[in-house]
Nanobody
Framework: QVRLVESGGGVVQAGDSLRLSCAAS????????VGWFRQAPGQEREFVGS????????YYLDSVKGRFTISRDNAKNTVYLQMNSLNPDDTAVYYC????????????????WGQGTQVTVSS
């Protein structure tokens, strides 16, 4: 069992940066890939990016490539989502998820989810 808690969301202006954190409990966390997803009001939850168990591999949604970076510190059981050059289209609730042994883009690949953190980008 893994419990995830996201933090770091907030209200920012277009062009600003935010760093989200995903803190995990559970000794198997370091064995799993971690994915970040987001859900805007009235929209489906969408994949943002994912990082492999050891941090060596990442994969991103095309629209965030070059702006968002995922990293992890397994000693701290924490994964980060650094978001730069934010724009209003990035406004959403951001979720981290784990439980997949490999990088995956599909929601069903992840067994454990956090409660989400709100990111709002004003123009």
């Amino acid at each position: 069992q893994v419990r995830l808690v996201e933090s770091g969301g907030g209200v920012v202006q277009a062009g600003d940066s935010l760093r989200l954190s995903c803190a995990a409990s559970g000794r198997t966390f370091s064995s799993y890939a971690v994915g970040w997803f987001r859900q805007a009001p009235g929209q489906e939850r969408e994949f943002v990016g994912s990082i492999g168990w050891n941090g060596a591999n990442t994969y991103y949604l095309d629209s965030v490539k070059g702006r968002f970076t995922i990293s992890r510190d397994n000693a701290k059981n924490t994964v980060y989502l650094q978001m730069n050059s934010l724009n209003p289209d990035d406004t959403a609730v951001y979720y981290c998820a784990t439980g997949s042994l490999t990088i995956a883009t599909q929601i069903d690949s992840y067994a454990y989810w956090g409660q989400g953190t709100q990111v709002t980008v004003s123009s």
